[in-house]
């Protein structure tokens, strides 16, 4: 998934940055390095906070915190994760931000091509559950109810810090704009003379090819998540980099989903959640209002396209 229509635009200037393990590309009308370096310095505020690669991180505390004691939260993470617990009830834990220990096993198995120990996934199992994850909106506190529970915000702190960045670019008068964060874009007003950010996401043809198809879009977030080409081999099986916490291991078929929303936190999450659970997809169009392609292979080696009921309009 890409966006184009600012790269072939003079009045746009765009700047690229390294953030979150991946790189950050945001490009808007009247921009400049003062707006960008503001930008940088938020992406690094948020991810202070969300990070589970940095041990001195606010997620780490709270990782390390035992349960059943509140845990006082900033307004940056408190934000995140009243977010993230929305999503999962509405996702019937599709999305769940307490996968910490099945997605720190994950790496490990990727890293060492070897299957996580049953042990290990019990345990993961154990300290996983998204309702036993309490927040206190009125105190800004949250309490974990499990011990040992990880709490691991790779699914949403993108698509969340894509759409901070935004709205500070807003404010600083900078409305045509958009922010890139891996597979997540945050797309504002769209730029002079065009009727939107044109971007480009992935389906299938009339011979069952992927190809590229163009959309316009304004005010909106747009996410992929899962590769139908990213996968690892162990044990002579292939697994996806994205967890099913039912399992403990990465998700088994070849799955790529695309969701539009209105906001990049939202279509960060729902994308991963889809990839779980592609039999939510219309509920989500009823209740979270998205769209959504989801390209997918079957038993027999071919990809089959599901899109939204509302995808074409």
């Given at each position: 998934?890409?966006?184009?229509?600012?790269?072939?635009?003079?009045?746009?200037?765009?700047?690229?940055?390294?953030?979150?393990?991946?790189?950050?590309?945001?490009?808007?009308?009247?921009?400049?390095?003062?707006?960008?370096?503001?930008?940088?310095?938020?992406?690094?505020?948020?991810?202070?906070?969300?990070?589970?690669?940095?041990?001195?991180?606010?997620?780490?505390?709270?990782?390390?915190?035992?349960?059943?004691?509140?845990?006082?939260?900033?307004?940056?993470?408190?934000?995140?994760?009243?977010?993230?617990?929305?999503?999962?009830?509405?996702?019937?834990?599709?999305?769940?931000?307490?996968?910490g220990w099945h997605t720190w096993n994950w790496r490990k198995s990727r890293r060492d091509?070897?299957?996580?120990?049953?042990?290990?996934?019990?345990?993961?199992?154990?300290?996983?559950?998204?309702?036993?994850?309490?927040?206190?909106?009125?105190?800004?506190?949250?309490?974990?109810?499990?011990?040992?529970?990880?709490?691991?915000?790779?699914?949403?702190?993108?698509?969340?810090?894509?759409?901070?960045?935004?709205?500070?670019?807003?404010?600083?008068?900078?409305?045509?704009?958009?922010?890139?964060?891996?597979?997540?874009?945050?797309?504002?007003?769209?730029?002079?003379?065009?009727?939107?950010?044109?971007?480009?996401?992935?389906?299938?043809?009339?011979?069952?090819?992927?190809?590229?198809?163009?959309?316009?879009?304004?005010?909106?977030?747009?996410?992929?998540?899962?590769?139908?080409?990213?996968?690892?081999?162990?044990?002579?099986?292939?697994?996806?980099?994205?967890?099913?916490?039912?399992?403990?291991?990465?998700?088994?078929?070849?799955?790529?989903?695309?969701?539009?929303?209105?906001?990049?936190?939202?279509?960060?999450?729902?994308?991963?959640?889809?990839?779980?659970?592609?039999?939510?997809?219309?509920?989500?169009?009823?209740?979270?209002?998205?769209?959504?392609?989801?390209?997918?292979?079957?038993?027999?080696?071919?990809?089959?396209?599901?899109?939204?009921?509302?995808?074409?309009?």
């Open positions: 998934m890409t966006s184009s229509s600012a790269s072939e635009d003079e009045s746009i200037k765009e700047y690229a940055f390294p953030l979150m393990g991946t790189r950050f590309l945001v490009r808007g009308e009247g921009l400049d390095e003062e707006d960008v370096r503001a930008a940088v310095e938020l992406g690094k505020k948020i991810n202070s906070a969300c990070s589970d690669y940095d041990a001195t991180s606010e997620l780490m505390k709270l990782n390390h915190w035992p349960e059943n004691q509140p845990f006082i939260l900033s307004p940056i993470l408190k934000d995140v994760l009243a977010e993230a617990l929305t999503i999962s009830k509405l996702t019937e834990g599709a999305y769940d931000p307490t996968v091509h070897t299957l996580p120990k049953l042990e290990a996934i019990a345990k993961a199992k154990a300290a996983t559950g998204w309702n036993q994850l309490v927040l206190n909106s009125e105190e800004s506190t949250i309490t974990k109810l499990l011990p040992n529970m990880r709490i691991d915000l790779g699914g949403i702190a993108k698509g969340y810090t894509a759409d901070s960045i935004l709205s500070l670019l807003q404010q600083r008068g900078i409305k045509k704009a958009s922010v890139a964060a891996g597979g997540d874009l945050c797309l504002g007003k769209a730029p002079s003379g065009k009727e939107g950010w044109a971007v480009s996401l992935k389906t299938l043809d009339a011979e069952n090819k992927l190809v590229p198809q163009q959309l316009l879009l304004v005010d909106k977030g747009i996410s992929t998540s899962g590769d139908i080409h990213q996968w690892i081999e162990i044990e002579g099986k292939r697994y996806s980099h994205i967890v099913d916490a039912a399992t403990g291991l990465g998700l088994e078929r070849r799955i790529s989903a695309t969701v539009i929303a209105d906001k990049t936190t939202w279509s960060d999450a729902l994308a991963t959640a889809l990839c779980v659970r592609p039999d939510i997809m219309e509920k989500l169009v009823k209740e979270a209002g998205i769209k959504a392609w989801i390209v997918l292979e079957d038993e027999n080696g071919q990809n089959q396209l599901i899109k939204s009921s509302n995808a074409d309009n």
